[in-house]
């Protein structure tokens, strides 16, 4: 099967630095997430983002809020082609015919005529038939040129493998919770072996609210291992981690509507944590997740409408 370019990084100055997805596509390693961003800051986050170099952004239907990424990067006076859009299809979307419509919806929102990285929100495995014929909209999209490539989030091995039994196309990105506390080896393991690249949201431990999940979570960025390899850099925890994840050949898309720190998050092309260093930060997972467990059914979650365009 095709694979990805995950070696670790050979010259850590890069700020352009690009993984080469399983159908030869291009995509910057560090993105700006704008999950739980609201609509009335996205703009502005996405405009400082790109101003401040990045070149991917990574939103979702399920979000509410690609109108105002359309916005941010149309502002951003850069040209469309610069910009690596990644969305995403929301479960009351799945199947056939409505995935197809997702794809209208979101390009009519994000007022665009094609996307970069489409990709499904969630296994839903409860109703995993519709998850497959979803993803064979993605096909079809990928097939017409609507979408430069196609993906997953959420999915574990399990998934993967019914995915991969029942459809054609490789996905070329899964996106899961990954942190030093929640690294998922197994997942990261299977897409490997499939050369799909893992995308990590939450990528420093920075998931917020989800009720019913996580309570007692400790804070990643208050740990102290990652506080003493931050300290010997002179960088920031969430720098150390951003680093942690890059090194290992892992795309990362950190969420911050904070000009300031949207910066700071971007700033890791310049240093180079040591083998001592990663196998520090490996040691601390601790197996929990933090985000809601994906073979988990939330009928009324995953029922919510996506509006028009």
């Known amino acids: 099967m095709p694979s990805h370019n995950c070696a670790p990084l050979n010259t850590v100055k890069d700020m352009d630095m690009k993984l080469t997805l399983n159908n030869g596509i291009p995509m910057p390693a560090l993105g700006l997430g704008v999950f739980q961003s609201a ?5 502005a986050a996405v405009e400082a983002a790109l101003a401040a170099g990045y070149r991917h952004i990574d939103t979702a239907a399920a979000y509410g809020n690609e109108r105002e990424v359309g916005e941010g990067i149309r502002r951003s006076g850069l040209d469309r082609s610069e910009v690596l859009i990644e969305t995403k299809v929301w479960v009351s979307d799945y199947g056939y015919d409505q995935a197809l419509h ?3 919806k979101a390009t009519g929102k994000l007022g665009v005529e094609y996307l970069d990285l489409f990709i499904l929100h969630q296994p839903a495995p409860d109703r995993f038939e519709r998850t497959i014929a979803a993803y064979r909209a993605l096909e079809t999209l990928l097939a017409e040129g609507r979408v ?4 997953v989030s959420n999915f574990m091995p399990h998934h993967l493998k019914q995915l991969l039994d029942s459809t054609d196309v490789v996905p070329a990105v899964n996106q899961i919770e990954l942190h030093p506390y929640f690294a ?8 490997a072996e ?4 893992t995308q990590a949201w939450s990528p420093i431990g920075g998931i917020t609210f989800y009720p019913g999940w996580g309570e007692n979570r ?7 291992a990652i506080a003493a390899v931050a300290r010997a850099h002179g960088k920031t925890p969430a720098q150390v981690m951003l680093r942690w994840h890059l090194q290992q050949g892992r795309s990362a898309i950190p969420k911050s509507t904070t000009p300031a720190r949207i910066a700071e998050n971007f700033d890791v092309f310049d240093f180079e944590l040591s083998a001592e260093d990663i196998a520090a930060i490996d ?3 601790t197996g929990v997740r933090s985000g809601p467990d994906p073979d988990e059914a939330r009928t009324e979650r995953f029922a919510m409408p996506i ?3």
């Open 184 to 191: 998922q080896r197994d997942v990261q393991a299977m897409d």
């Open 194 to 197: 499939h050369g799909i690249l």
């Open 102 to 104: 997702a794809w209208d």
């Open 283 to 285: 040691a601390l997972g």
């Open 307 to 309: 509006p028009e365009a």
């Open 148 to 151: 430069r490539a196609i993906g």
């Open 218 to 224: 400790r804070n990643v960025m208050r740990d102290p």
């Open 39 to 43: 609509p009335e800051q996205t703009t």
